[in-house]
């Protein structure tokens, strides 16, 4: 009798079954190894201050359809697009001054403020994302087929 290996189209069925089954952990796990990507690579871009409150805030939700990721503060909006000059009040950087300004330790000015120049970090997140993201889903998928990182087959 010659060795052989029989596997019949019930076993087959079976282990089909089987991997369709995890397809939505999979998919699940994708989405999450990619909403870490994004936000990591949203933190590496967002500008830094004292305070590091804007690269902080950057938050994700996650539903079946979308991975959404965005800071999550008032001012993104102006840090990212910039502000053009305005004229009013406006709060000088905060710094000790006499104790008759309205605000602790700053002085209130009115004129024009300069504005601030654009800073697109979440622009250049998108931009690194187009052209990281093959890679990325590449080394996944290698986690997955061979999570020790040697081949299980050929």
């Known amino acids: 009798m010659a060795l052989s290996i029989e596997i019949t189209t019930e076993d087959l069925a079976e282990w089909l079954y089987d991997v369709a089954?995890?397809?939505d952990q999979v998919t699940d796990q994708a989405k999450q190894w990619v909403t870490w990507f994004i936000m990591d690579t949203m933190e590496e871009e967002a500008p830094v201050g004292e305070s590091e409150r804007l690269s902080n805030s950057i938050t994700s939700v996650v539903t079946d359809d979308t991975i959404s990721v965005f800071p999550d503060i008032w001012y993104a909006r102006y840090v990212e697009d910039g502000?053009?000059?305005?004229?009013g009040t406006y709060v000088s950087k905060l710094k000790p001054y006499r104790s008759q300004a309205p605000y602790i330790g700053a002085r209130v000015k009115f004129?024009?403020?300069?504005g601030t120049p654009a800073n697109p970090f979440v622009a250049r997140?998108?931009?690194r994302?187009?052209?990281?993201?093959?890679?990325f889903l590449e080394r996944y998928a290698d986690t997955?087929?061979?999570?020790?990182?040697?081949?299980?087959?050929?």
């Open 144 to 154: 997955l087929i061979s999570p020790r990182g040697t081949k299980i087959y050929g």
């Open 83 to 87: 502000t053009g000059p305005s004229t």
């Open 129 to 135: 994302l187009m052209e990281e993201m093959d890679d």
């Open 125 to 127: 997140t998108f931009q």
């Open 21 to 23: 089954d995890m397809e």
């Open 111 to 114: 004129g024009i403020h300069r």
